[in-house]
């Protein structure tokens, strides 16, 4: 196997590890979204139940207000893990383009040394069988 295709071979598994890196932080994306709005979710809940037309209303505005107040602690959190995450996702196509860059190059590279070595082979063939003919 020459050095072009061995190289060939690598940067082909290198692109699939980034794809799915990438596929793997766009995943973790998408359930950090599911998550924030299972927060916003509950939050309507609670601000709808805090209406005065029950007589328990005021045992429980305390806890309500705690859960409101829990809701936007992890409200914040989940948006920083959603910046966090989308900036490895843009991290990690930058990489995966660059990789793709040179991957090309190198299959580029890969299909003019064939092309060499088929018109070698096709030269040698030639020369062999004229070589013949004047003997």
Sequence with gaps: MSENRSKLHRLERLMKVQGQK?????????????????????????????????????????????????????????LAHQSETEKKIQSARRSEKGVEKIRDEARRSTVVEDEARELQVGVDGFLARKRTSFE
């Excluded at 950090?32 to 139940?49: G, N, V």
């Design 22 to 78: 990438r596929l793997l932080e766009e995943w973790r994306l998408g359930h950090l979204r599911k998550e924030r709005d299972e927060i916003d979710r509950s939050d309507t809940e609670l601000l709808a139940s805090l209406g005065t037309d029950s007589q328990l209303h005021g045992l429980f505005v305390e806890a309500k207000v705690r859960n409101l107040r829990r809701n936007d602690a992890a409200r914040r959190t989940n």
